[in-house]
């Protein structure tokens, strides 16, 4: 457990061991995974995934004032013998980009799950430990979603809390499990808003009930509000869901089809598979989740 941990705050540093780097994947077990193939019954199908149109190459994605640019730099190259290829500049942490983020994105008071000194883990030569390199060989379980827009979106600033989320089980006849991967549907649009509209966000209420079910992964349209819900705290998700219970969160999902196809076939729960680009190393990584009903 690290030294630096608030004991009010849950926490899974120290859970799985000095060296772990799988965190919250960790339960997902063969027999999770088996469990979680017996949802693909119909064949039906749906990506998670906003879609990205490139910008040509023209400007650094990181310049003041580009907040609007493509999360993607596209290059085209002509080899000359008829042959096209491609080079791109990819922003891995950008709102346009649905995106896994890996353990070592966030530290707490200087240090990255589970115990490291963060200058010792984010290196100019990439991440040594808690990077993408975790789940690189693909994450398979069971999803849940809950669509707590399914009246319309939720209002501005508010604060999703563990009432929100039973609520949603209830009138949606699933309950989430140990294991289980949580989309949340906020009914929010993932892009950057602007800052007179606070956004709705996740509430520490419901990471701490994200935390006694087991959830595994964390994907929404929306997550961690803006302004924050608790200006003087930890951000919820990112600080605490991330931080400290080493939950890898899919942000900036599209979920109006998932939500869609979920009312019309009267099933929230489906098989999730999440295959990011098989690169090593980094804090993050772009990302296709599909849902398999």
Do not use: K
């Amino acid at each position: 457990m690290s030294t630096s941990a608030d004991p009010a705050l849950p926490d899974n540093w120290g859970r799985w061991g000095a060296d772990d780097e799988l965190g919250t994947l960790n339960p997902i077990t063969d027999e999770v995974r088996a469990a979680a193939a017996a949802e693909a019954r119909t064949g039906r199908w749906v990506s998670l995934a906003q879609p990205i149109v490139p910008n040509p190459m023209v400007s650094s994605p990181f310049a003041p004032g580009t907040v609007d640019v493509s999360p993607v730099q596209h290059l085209m190259s002509h080899t000359g013998v008829g042959v096209s290829a491609d080079l791109m500049l990819v922003t891995n942490h950008h709102a346009r980009s649905t995106h896994i983020d890996a353990l070592a994105h966030w530290s707490t008071d200087g240090e990255v799950y589970p115990g490291r000194p963060r200058d010792q883990v984010v290196t100019a030569g990439g991440v040594t430990s808690g990077s993408t390199t975790a789940f690189a060989a693909g994450i398979v379980t069971r999803g849940v979603l809950l669509d707590l827009a399914a009246d319309g979106p939720l209002p501005s600033g508010h604060a999703v809390t563990s009432a929100d989320f039973e609520a949603a089980e209830r009138r949606q006849g699933v309950e989430v499990r140990a294991g289980d991967a949580l989309a949340v549907r906020f009914g929010w649009p993932a892009d950057p808003v602007v800052a007179e509209v606070p956004t709705p966000g996740i509430s520490l209420d419901a990471v701490r009930w994200m935390d006694r079910r087991g959830v595994s992964l964390y994907t929404g349209d929306r997550g961690d509000a803006y302004p924050p819900l608790d200006p003087a705290g930890p951000s919820p998700l990112h600080g605490v869901a991330l931080g400290r219970l080493a939950m890898p969160l899919i942000d900036a999902a599209r979920l109006d089809e998932l939500a869609s196809l979920c009312a019309e076939l009267n099933r929230y729960s489906f098989l999730l598979t999440v295959a990011p680009p098989r690169v090593h190393g980094m804090t993050g990584s772009p990302v296709n989740p599909i849902a398999l009903f």
